[in-house]
């Protein structure tokens, strides 16, 4: 118990959380973090209205504008679409989506990634050549026009999407983990694991991979933004999640054919949601970076 | 009784690298017996490291070993398959590297890294592990070793870490440890207490150790035979008498030449003229010829053998020189 206590001191005092307290772009950004992580998990409960219920739609309340425009009512807060659904109501489970396909296609890309990054950098030689040649491939062309071809062969789906997205993302993964890798590999504790008689998968598990996590962090970091991102343009273009489980990027397309009429507000809102999101997420993962990359200190 | 720990004939481990193959070890022979120490002494680049990794196995691509012998114990090392050489590694041969700021791994305790070796290669339970911990610390002169064990590498010195790794090469018990260049990172008074420490703890668990250095001071404190290589030969060998008191090679004759002799006042530090030859363009001759101060004729046209010249020393030289520093 007192070690607990010592040790949750000594995280207090250290270094990181000082210099977190003087950064305010990496306080504005975990803010912006902490808040959506509060909406999508208690924001469900709180909405009037679950927008996937078509019995609980009034279409009679189409294209109501927000709360301060006039026409507008108190229970639609931010108006609502062409078939009548709270577009706040939308927004929280859209985000949800959102998110879910972002968090998701980080993990299942940094562990492909990070895996194969490993292996190219501790062997080297052929294995290297193979996996770095089609990542140099995949990374000349534009990350989004792979993602919609995959998505085109695929067919609109979450799970389709996520496997789109895990194609499109291992590859800085991988980049990163190698280079790093490489770097560790010089180091003699490995020559020394080696001299020990570690097998040499004890030795990237045990020894390399937890010196190269922290890169791999601040990259998993940012490329949630990313993600989210590409999950968007995805569904803006009508490839993405189905019809039926909008995401913010789907939200963003359904209110952009009448956004020249003037009911700006259904595509507007989801719209500044995202560029909050990633925004928060690039602000926390610059302060990640900065902060746990000794050169650039 | 025979108890000779390693024999190595004709061993040869070359580089294919695009410019060429560098031939890095080129012919080395020698033995050592069960609780010697030998020191391999050269300048960088002469291929002594190579020989302690051709020992344990780890030439990376592009080396590799061409051919020679590398008998331990009587079993030829190339010939073993990756999976019994592991057994070898870290149980009957160990190593100490060079740097002790960068050979742990930061992340982990001493004790996780220490009994990491003796996870591997014994059955010891985890209170033995620990006691040995203690054991092995409270050996190589850490004091109040049971409460160091959860600290990490950044909580020692560099004196204390080289403690620790040799603690940790010693752990096994093993048969012959290879040191490279273990106190060349150290400060001058810390080196030698770790060279102190060695030669103990060696003498008292009779195991062989290689040291390579380029210092021949230290060998010369430490070691009962020694190998001098240059250009990946050995150019002389013998006991530690032979070489430091009536060395016959003037390569050998110039690097003790230059250790500092501070009861003489010198001006300037003797020196050998001249650099190491690329290695992949060595004279056709004797490969020291062209900075050697009694070269003839025939050392630029033939390389000499080692060859003996009195029981247990040999050199390769045409014109051993009398020793005159």
């Not at chain 1, 206590?5 to 306080?27: L, P």
């Not at chain 1, 927000?66 to 507008?72: F, Q, R, Y």
């Not at chain 1, 389709?160 to 890798?181: E, F, N």
């Not at chain 2, 850490?142 to 940790?168: C, D, E, T, W």
């Amino acid at each position: 118990m007192p070690t607990i206590i010592k040790k949750n001191q000594a995280f207090w005092a250290s270094e990181f959380v000082h210099n977190f307290r003087g950064n305010s772009s990496a306080i504005i950004g975990s803010a912006i973090i902490i808040f959506f992580i509060f909406v999508v998990t208690l924001g469900p409960s709180l909405v009037r209205q679950n927008p996937y219920d078509i019995a609980s739609l009034e279409l009679m309340d189409a294209y109501k504008p927000p709360v301060w425009l006039p026409g507008g009512e108190t229970k639609y807060i931010l108006g609502t679409d062409g078939q009548g659904r709270d577009l706040l109501a939308s927004i929280v489970y859209g985000t949800r989506i959102s998110l879910l396909i972002g968090l998701a296609a980080m993990f299942c890309s940094s562990l492909i990634g990070a895996t194969l990054g490993l292996i190219a950098g501790y062997y080297g030689g052929r294995w290297d050549g193979v996996i770095m040649r089609i990542a140099d491939v995949q990374l000349s062309f534009p990350s989004l026009l792979i993602a919609l071809f995959l998505m085109s062969a695929f067919g609109n789906g979450i799970d389709k999407v996520l496997i789109s997205l895990t194609c499109v993302g291992w590859v800085v993964y991988a980049r990163t983990v190698r280079g790093s890798t490489l770097s560790e590999k010089q180091k003699e504790y490995v020559q020394a694991a080696q001299a020990a008689g570690l097998p040499n998968r004890k030795i990237i598990v045990r020894h390399i991979l937890p010196n190269v996590l922290t890169p791999l962090i601040v990259v998993a970091t940012i490329q949630i933004g990313t993600f989210i991102l590409i999950e968007a343009s995805l569904s803006f273009l009508g490839v993405g999640v189905p019809i039926t489980k909008p995401s913010l990027g789907l939200l963003v397309k359904n209110g952009f054919d009448v956004l020249l009429s003037g009911l700006w507000w259904t595509s507007v809102f989801p719209g500044a949601v995202i560029m909050l999101i990633v925004f928060g997420i690039n602000l926390l993962g610059d302060f990640l970076r900065d902060e746990l990359n000794p050169r650039l200190r | 009784m025979n108890n000779e720990l390693v024999h190595i004939r004709g061993l040869k481990t070359y580089f294919h690298t695009f410019a060429g193959v560098i031939k890095a070890v080129d012919g080395v022979d020698f033995s050592l017996d069960q609780g010697e120490i030998l020191g391999v002494v050269g300048e960088s680049g002469c291929g002594k490291s190579v020989v302690g990794f051709s020992i344990m196995g780890l030439i990376d691509a592009p080396g590799r070993i061409e051919s020679g012998e590398i008998l331990f114990n009587g079993v030829n090392l190339p010939d073993l398959d990756e999976r019994d050489m592991r057994k070898v590694r870290g149980k009957e041969i160990t190593m100490i590297f060079q740097d002790p700021m960068t050979s742990l791994n930061p992340l982990y305790t001493i004790q996780a890294q220490m009994e990491e070796v003796m996870k591997l290669h014994s059955t010891m339970n985890a209170e033995e592990r620990k006691k040995r911990c203690i054991e092995l610390l409270d050996d190589v002169g850490i004091s109040q070793p049971a409460s160091r064990l959860k600290n990490y590498p950044h909580q020692f010195s560099g004196g204390m870490r080289q403690r620790v790794i040799i603690a940790i090469a010693l752990a096994s018990n093993p048969k012959l440890v290879i040191a490279d260049e273990p106190t060349t990172a150290l400060d001058v008074t810390i080196q030698s207490q770790i060279l102190k420490l060695m030669k103990r703890l060696v003498r008292e668990h009779r195991t062989a150790m290689m040291l390579i250095t380029h210092d021949l001071a230290v060998v010369s404190e430490m070691t009962d035979k020694i190998i001098v290589m240059y250009c990946g030969r050995i150019v002389e060998k013998g006991t530690r008498d032979d070489i430091i008191n009536r060395c016959r090679h003037p390569y050998t004759l110039g690097l003790l030449g230059s250790i500092p002799n501070l009861a003489a006042r010198q001006k300037r530090l003797n020196q050998i003229p001249g650099m190491v030859p690329n290695i992949m363009q060595l004279p056709s001759g004797c490969a020291f010829a062209p900075r050697c101060d009694y070269v003839q004729e025939k050392c630029r046209s033939h390389r000499p053998e080692l060859l003996e010249i009195e029981p247990g020393h040999a050199t390769a030289c045409y014109y051993p020189v009398e020793r005159q520093l």
